[in-house]
């Protein structure tokens, strides 16, 4: 059975995404007045492109995003392959994104050969994920519209794990994705009942429906047993409406919990932070065993002792190699999971969660406030190591997302590095070598100031406390007095209650982040801060992070799996709000604050979602609340 070809409105709410993904033209705006001007003469995306095909330069390109959106409105399909091959002949274009376009105008006009061959001449082309999700999408459309399921399905598992992932918005990939897998044979879907999570629970709600499709009252049990299995999975929004009974909101009912923390070993001070800070989290739930095992034993005591106790849930372990061996072993497959730290492999059981203290979750956050702001050329200040390399990749990736201009790197090796990486980044520098060589042409003394370069709208250090410390006072010396004082940012690595105590003074005017319970005027719970801090007044900074960490992870078991069902709800916690994406990871938003005058101050930035280029309209239009 041949697929439905995509509507109009998978057009409109899905390409249209996919359609509006050109980089915005750098433009004033007298330019965008022109160009408006010109588009508002026109009525349809014919006399769009009319309009465009008279006009040269910014004009030109801005009327063809104009009429290659009209175009898709109308379904004008003839028109959309022909505008993106008069994009193809700028320079400035994303020529990634305007071969989807014109792969998607050839399909749409059953030219299937020739979308295919521009579709696999992008293999290897695809750095952003929107670009990858929507080209295995539209691979898969074309294989499972000529009645090759088995073809199209692996395009299609892939197109659904990579959505998943990156929360990519794919209308009709779901139901597409599961028409194709009820054409298949039991036999075939059980040689694809591997890989992925997200693979594995598509194959087994086909199979369950072949199985079973004569029997209504196991079939419904089935998919209830798959619905606890694949909590989340993006299959439950094609199930019919009288399965969605068997979701299961409720909160969890727990009543034995296992907690894997370091007890042994060169971690073990860090499993005592986490130890302490479950247990005081423990007096606010309801649940009538905790067991603590520590996490660095054998995977075999480990399955052995959980075997014994049979327990409800489990939050560890916070070490990445534990989680590792673990996850190889499938020890933790069928209880549900809150590992205390990330995992770069694939996920397991959609029952099992990570969360992390995790710097990208700041960096990410510093990117968005930047983006809300306007910030067009951001500095990077880091160390020279594996974190440092780290993190600046990060924000590379993200920001390369969003913008089309590039950060600013420098990368300092020590304390004594730090003057000369900042001088050259801000060009100070050659300022200086200007300077000496007026005064070498002229005898007389020349009064003379060092100017700094005035692109860099904004700096983000992502140094730890004591380097902090140190870059601060350089930056501001060396900003020139004629150029606008430069915000500065760092994340909470700048910040140390045990430094704070006794030095503030240098990090005047630094913004940061922080998680809520190290920033005494965002504590709520004082009579737990003064209960810690009287029993551990010495606790170093690392210690106060785990314990909030340990308490929110014990907090929020209950309602985990709510947060992942319904996206956007927040739990707010000690180390932040806490969110679930899609992928079982926990998202972490902190709280801002500010050095002023010898004491921190928190405060509340401007902070907006950012559109991805690939989803930006043609009218240049950035970010959306």
């Not at 063809?64 to 028109?79: C, G, H, M, T, V």
């Not at 090759?148 to 299609?156: I, L, N, S, T, V």
């Not at 985990?560 to 969110?579: A, D, E, H, T, V």
Request: aromatic share 8%.
């Amino acid at each position: 059975m041949r697929l439905k070809l995509v509507g109009l409105l998978i057009i409109l709410s899905g390409l249209s995404a996919c359609s509006t993904t050109e980089k915005p033209i750098k433009k004033s705006d007298n330019f965008s007045s022109s160009a408006n001007a010109l588009k508002n003469q026109a009525t349809n995306a014919q006399s769009i492109y009319q309009l465009a095909v008279n006009r040269e330069g910014a004009d030109k390109i801005q009327l063809l995003y104009s009429a290659r959106d009209s175009a898709i409105s109308e379904k004008n399909w003839p028109l959309l392959e022909q505008i993106g091959s008069d994009l193809e002949l700028t320079a400035s274009v994303d020529q990634t994104q305007n071969r989807l376009y014109i792969a998607y105008a050839q399909k749409q006009q059953n030219k299937n050969d020739q979308s295919l061959i521009i579709l696999q001449s992008l293999d290897g082309q695809l750095t952003q994920p929107e670009h990858f999700a929507w080209h295995q999408f539209l691979t898969a459309s074309i294989y499972a519209s000529q009645n090759f399921p088995k073809k199209a399905a692996p395009y299609f598992f892939r197109a659904s794990e990579t959505s998943a992932k990156n929360n990519i918005d794919i209308p009709q990939l779901d139901q597409q994705l599961w028409d194709n897998l009820k054409q298949l044979s039991s036999y075939a879907l059980e040689r694809f009942n591997r890989g992925s999570v997200i693979q594995q629970g598509w194959v087994n709600l086909a199979l369950y429906h072949q199985v079973y499709a004569g029997s209504g009252v196991e079939l419904d049990q089935a998919i209830n047993n798959w619905r606890r299995r694949y909590v989340g999975h993006p299959a439950g929004a094609v199930l019919p409406k009288q399965d969605e009974n068997f979701v299961e909101l409720a909160p969890l009912n727990i009543d034995r919990l296992v907690l894997l923390f370091p007890q042994s070993g060169p971690n073990e001070r860090l499993g005592d932070a986490l130890k302490a800070g479950a247990l005081a989290a423990l007096d606010k739930q309801n649940i009538n065993e905790a067991i603590f095992i520590d996490e660095n034993l054998s995977t075999a005591d480990i399955a052995a002792k959980l075997d014994q106790i049979n327990p409800d849930f489990v939050v560890g372990p916070l070490l990445k190699a534990n989680i590792d061996k673990l996850t190889a072993a499938e020890t933790l497959i069928n209880i549900p999971t809150l590992h205390l730290n990330t995992f770069d492999g694939d996920t397991i059981s959609l029952q099992h969660y990570y969360f992390a203290l995790n710097p990208e979750h700041e960096v990410e956050q510093a990117l968005e406030h930047f983006l809300a702001m306007g910030y067009q050329k951001p500095m990077l200040l880091a160390p020279e190591n594996t974190n440092g390399q780290r993190l600046v990749d990060f924000f590379n990736q993200q920001w390369q997302r969003y913008s089309e201009t590039k950060p600013q790197i420098g990368f300092y090796e020590n304390n004594q590095d730090m003057p000369k990486t900042i001088s050259s980044l801000l060009e100070v520098d050659q300022s200086k070598e200007r300077i000496k060589t007026i005064k070498a042409l002229f005898k007389q003394e020349v009064e003379s100031e060092t100017r700094s370069r005035s692109d860099i709208d904004v700096i983000y250090i992502l140094g730890d406390a004591i380097e902090t410390r140190l870059i601060k006072p350089y930056l501001d010396v060396n900003v020139s007095t004629f150029s606008e004082r430069i915000p500065l940012y760092a994340s909470s690595k700048s910040h140390s209650k045990q430094i704070d105590s006794t030095d503030k003074g240098d990090l005047d005017g630094l913004y940061f982040t922080e998680l809520p319970w190290m920033l005494n005027s965002q504590i709520t719970q004082h009579n737990l801060r003064e209960q810690y801090n009287l029993l551990w007044p010495e606790q170093a900074d690392i210690s106060q992070r785990l314990f909030a960490m340990a308490y929110d992870a014990v907090l929020v078991i209950n309602d985990i799996r709510q947060l992942s069902l319904m996206p956007g709800n927040q739990f707010s916690g000690l180390s932040g709000k806490l969110s679930v994406n899609s992928n079982g990871h926990l998202q972490r938003v902190l709280d801002w604050a500010q050095y002023t005058n010898r004491q921190i101050k928190s405060v509340q930035l401007k902070t907006q979602r950012p559109v991805p280029l690939f989803m930006q309209s043609a009218s240049g239009v950035k970010t959306i609340n």
